[in-house]
């Protein structure tokens, strides 16, 4: 039962920050969820797969791991490259190509 502690990543459909400060611990599943047999729903006989803690510090979510002698996995999160864009930069001189609506 491996258990991964890593940073979630930004909301797609948004633009802000706000759920990618704090770590998360999750489980690695064991086995791969089936459809079920009735139904047709998707299910899986491994339960931990639905844990998730989240931890304000890297630092505690692996002291957690370690407390509870699980074994565990960190991923660090991709460093993020700004690109700082202006409306006038639209407008400049110096642009490559021409502007064009």
């Known amino acids: 039962m491996l258990a991964k502690i890593y940073r979630p990543a930004k909301n797609a459909m948004q633009s ?3 759920q990618t400060k704090k770590w ?5 599943l064991a086995s791969a969820p089936r459809p079920e047999a009735l139904m047709g729903w998707i299910s899986g006989a491994d339960t931990n797969g ?5 931890f304000d510090s890297k630092e505690a979510a692996i002291d957690f791991a370690r407390t509870h002698a699980l074994p565990h996995q960190v991923v660090e999160p991709p460093e993020t490259k700004r690109i700082i864009k202006s409306y006038s930069d639209n407008f400049a ?5 021409p502007w064009s609506h």
């Open 93 to 97: 001189f110096r642009r490559r190509e």
């Open 24 to 28: 998360r611990l999750e489980f690695v």
């Open 50 to 54: 639905q844990v998730r803690i989240e």
């Open 16 to 18: 802000g920050k706000a």
